[in-house]
């Protein structure tokens, strides 16, 4: 079982509508990233979260630290937001992180 | 400011033959992490250097090595490639060891074929 789990896999969505992608771990975390990765391969930090609730525009990324969970959602979804998406966290090993698999979403107009 | 930058953006290399990669880390930026990216998968970490000492290995082979100089570029060094070592190479730099913010560069694809 990996350490990190996401999930969906793969996501498709029409525009508009409301997308969940989820992220379980298992192992004591000091920081959870949401990261973007498009086409190309350059990865984007989207949000560092180590509890509570962030929101950046149309994203918002949450975490449950007791559940060992967190949810990153776009509202109001766009085609533009298609790319991966990455849940990674840092343990207490200096800045290493370890990475789910990621979730590919496609937002169609 | 420059982010990080990573120097080729992509590769070709054969079976055997040795290849180096450069990452060049935010200015103030004393540590530089390495993972790679095989093609559908998530990024495994590789090592991760501060102050020019390895502070962290993952699960790879001796032929995967990497340095760090003064300035706190960082080097990683593939000797007698393989197919399997195909994938994209992120750098990430962040301020020190512990850092929890890491900022990635574009990545280098390698081709071994």
């Known amino acids: 079982k990996n350490e990190v789990e996401q999930s969906p896999q793969n996501l498709t969505a029409q525009e508009g509508e409301f997308i969940t992608i989820n992220c379980s771990y298992s192992v004591g975390i000091s920081a959870l990233h949401w990261l973007q990765q498009h086409p190309g391969g350059g990865i984007v930090s989207l949000f560092m979260?180590?509890?509570g609730k962030k929101k950046h525009g149309r994203l918002i990324a949450t975490i449950n630290i007791q559940e060992k969970h967190s949810s990153l959602h776009i509202t109001a979804s766009h085609p533009r937001d298609s790319a991966v998406y990455i849940c990674a966290v840092g343990g207490t090993s200096g800045s290493r992180l370890t990475f789910g698999e990621g979730t590919q979403l496609t937002v169609n107009p | 400011d420059a982010g990080v930058t990573q120097s080729p953006t992509h590769l070709i290399k054969t079976r055997g033959q040795h290849v180096t990669l450069r990452c060049s880390p935010i200015s103030g930026h004393k540590s530089v992490s390495w993972y790679q990216q095989v093609l559908g998968q998530g990024p495994q970490f590789i090592f991760q250097?501060?102050?020019?000492?390895?502070?962290g290995r993952g699960n790879f082979p001796d032929r995967f090595s990497a340095r760090q100089f003064p300035n706190y570029s960082s080097e990683l060094n593939v000797n007698a490639l393989l197919l399997g070592d195909s994938a994209l190479y992120l750098c990430?730099?962040?301020?020190?060891?512990?850092?929890?913010?890491?900022?990635f560069g574009p990545g280098t694809r390698l081709t071994v074929t």
């Open positions: 990430a730099s962040s301020l020190s060891w512990g850092s929890y913010e890491q900022y």
């Open positions: 250097y501060y102050e020019k000492e390895e502070r």
């Open positions: 979260l180590s509890s």
